[in-house]
């Protein structure tokens, strides 16, 4: 790690990215009703991006001096203007905005009865409290926590069997006696996230977890609550257990989404590790080329779901849009708050309004849980989806049709129009190809994960006797099977667009192959006619160089008192001076290398 002048670190060159965005005037559908509370965090949202703004510049310019020797010289000498870093305090707030604490966690807490519900935010501190009882009338206690994969989750997970209350047997739903039997704990969300906002939140923790003195002011105030210490404790003999670190920075990375590019888990189940695979550069996707889903990506969370008599905990971080209906755009360029807040853009809000809505538990017969759960689990395995509005927007497979179009007609065009040669046009056509048959191939492999998690859904649901599920055994059985008939139809189409992508690539080599042939034809003509010519230089350039030479007055030029010595003393000198900075300017980079390339790496490995 590099330091400057001022000791402050300076992250990697390639972590920081320029660049800001606008956020949209106005607020999305069905927000307006949120009145100064969006408008506040509106403000608040377009305040942070100003301080990540100038956090940028300044890491930009103190990488630009690293590796420009002349930069850094006009910058001591005050002929550039130097970029000021913002202040702790600034720093401090702008992590605490993109970054919760943990204790400033907002956990939500959704109580179902017989005829009513009820909704309640609560500080994450207060977990324990909630988990360990409920009032009489709620038939269903379930808590959402926005927290991934990682140390904090998993130790939150064994308070919720072991710690909150004396331990007790779950049902046999789902072959379940325990947490570690129910053979799904765990899947994968697919969702849709703004390009520009997914890269500043990398940004943003790339640059920040670099300054030592604002890691500690962090790590001192995560759990700052009383009610954090038996969480403390928790996490503290799970750190110390499994020799897991334990910092700010660690707990948060587990709340960042996983790029599509990143390839799919192997083990979705897994709970516990770091993350040390990240890809800090954010790659535009091709679906990003369709209109309907410009500067858009898609990323990918985990949902993980366990439960016990009368309580359902689940854990997931994802954020973004989870619908994909007409004012997608719109809804991906607003604050993280009012995404989540919105029923049509999270699929967790638009759960609970259709609970709030359905008055609770009412008609769940003898088993209310288990049908709450495959409720939750299916609605939330289909997304993104575009079935909320009536399916006003194209899904992601006819999105990816259109797009497959497009290339065909772009490969068309290339072979219609190349009268011309165009250079990289080819190579940039293909890598246009492989970018979109590798997005597909992420999406129905992972499509394919959902599946066999619902089909063992949809194999327990099969084997409840009636009387154990009483009359919703129906009704549960073919919700799951409604979702696996939908995700199956999407990934079959998904699967022929694989097909026609795959199909028209190899066109696409073919046609090229038989353009080279014809190329090389062409050129071994074209190589004759330079033979030739080629012969006929080689022949008259010594005739010319003597005739030049020996046509010179070898006793002084005309018209002067020059000598001949002089003639070369000058010409000579002028050649090897341009000669000399030729191979410079040529070979700039590896002679700043060995001048100054090794002294910053030995200051950056002993940093």
Not at 270 to 298: N, T
Not at 391 to 420: C, F, W
Request: glycine share 6%.
């Amino acid at each position: 790690m590099a330091i400057d002048d001022s000791g402050r670190p300076n992250a990697d060159p390639e972590h920081g990215s320029p660049g800001s965005r606008v956020l949209p005037q106005g607020l999305p559908m069905n927000l307006d009703t949120f009145g100064a509370k969006a408008e506040e965090w509106m403000s608040g949202y377009t305040k942070q991006l100003q301080v990540l703004d100038a956090l940028r510049a300044w890491n930009r310019w103190n990488t630009d001096c690293r590796q420009s020797l002349w930069r850094s010289i006009l910058g001591r000498l005050g002929v550039c203007r130097r970029p000021a870093c913002p202040p702790h305090p600034e720093l401090f707030s702008l992590a605490r905005s993109f970054f919760p604490l943990r204790s400033d966690l907002r956990v939500t807490v959704f109580d179902m009865g017989n005829d009513r519900t009820e909704r309640t935010d609560v500080p994450f501190a207060k977990v324990r409290q909630y988990l360990s009882s409920k009032p009489d009338w709620v038939t269903i206690r379930w808590m959402h926590i926005p927290l991934g994969n990682g140390l904090l989750q998993s130790s939150v997970e064994d308070m919720f069997f072991w710690e909150s209350i004396p331990r007790r047997t779950a049902s046999n739903f789902g072959h379940a006696e325990n947490k570690s039997d129910w053979p799904y704990l765990q899947f994968d969300i697919i969702n849709l996230r703004g390009i520009l906002e997914m890269q500043e939140l990398l940004d943003a923790f790339c640059l920040l977890r670099n300054f030592p003195e604002l890691a500690q002011a962090l790590e001192s105030a995560n759990f700052y609550r009383q009610e954090d210490d038996t969480l403390r404790g928790t996490v503290n003999r799970r750190a110390w257990m499994y020799g897991f670190n334990k910092d700010f920075w660690t707990l948060t990375q587990s709340d960042l989404s996983w790029q599509l590019g990143e390839g799919i888990r192997a083990d979705p189940r897994d709970a516990e590790g770091e993350r040390d695979d990240f890809d800090w550069k954010i790659e535009e996707q091709v679906l990003s080329q369709h209109p309907g889903f410009r500067h858009a990506i898609l990323a990918r969370d985990s949902f993980r779901a366990l439960y016990r008599d009368g309580f359902a905990l689940t854990f997931s971080a994802m954020k973004g849009v989870n619908c994909t209906e007409r004012s997608v755009l719109h809804r991906l360029d607003s604050p993280p708050q009012l995404q989540q807040k919105d029923p049509d853009a999270s699929v967790l809000e638009f759960v609970r309004n259709s609970l709030y809505e359905g008055l609770g538990s009412q008609n769940w017969g003898q088993n209310p849980l288990e049908h709450f759960l495959i409720y939750l689990i299916t609605e939330i395995a289909k997304t993104p989806h575009n079935e909320n509005l009536g399916r006003n927007r194209s899904s992601i497979p006819e999105a990816y049709q259109l797009i497959i179009r497009n290339l065909k007609r772009r490969g068309r065009q290339v072979r219609r129009h190349q009268t011309h040669f165009r250079r990289y046009e080819s190579v940039e056509l293909v890598r246009q190809y492989v970018t979109c048959m590798d997005e597909i191939s992420q999406l129905i492999d992972s499509a394919n994960q959902t599946l066999d998690f619902l089909e063992m859904l949809r194999q327990d649901c099969i084997g409840l006797e009636y009387s154990q599920m009483g009359r919703n055994v129906n009704s549960s059985l073919s919700r799951v099977e409604s979702a696996i008939d939908t995700i199956r139809y999407s990934n079959q189409m998904m699967q022929r667009n694989l097909d026609e992508l795959s199909s028209s690539l190899n066109v696409l080599f073919q046609l090229r192959t038989i353009e080279q042939n014809e190329l090389a034809i062409l050129a071994e003509s074209n190589n004759k006619a330079i033979l030739v010519f080629t012969m006929v230089t080689i022949i008259f350039l010594p005739l010319s160089f003597f005739t030049s030479y020996f046509g010179m007055n070898l006793k002084g030029f005309a018209s002067t008192t020059r000598t001949e010595g002089y003639f070369w003393s000058v010409g000579g000198t002028a050649t090897v001076c341009i000669v000399v900075i030729t191979i410079i300017f040529g070979f700039r980079r590896r002679f700043w290398w060995w001048l100054w390339g090794r002294h910053w790496q030995d200051r950056r490995g002993m940093s």
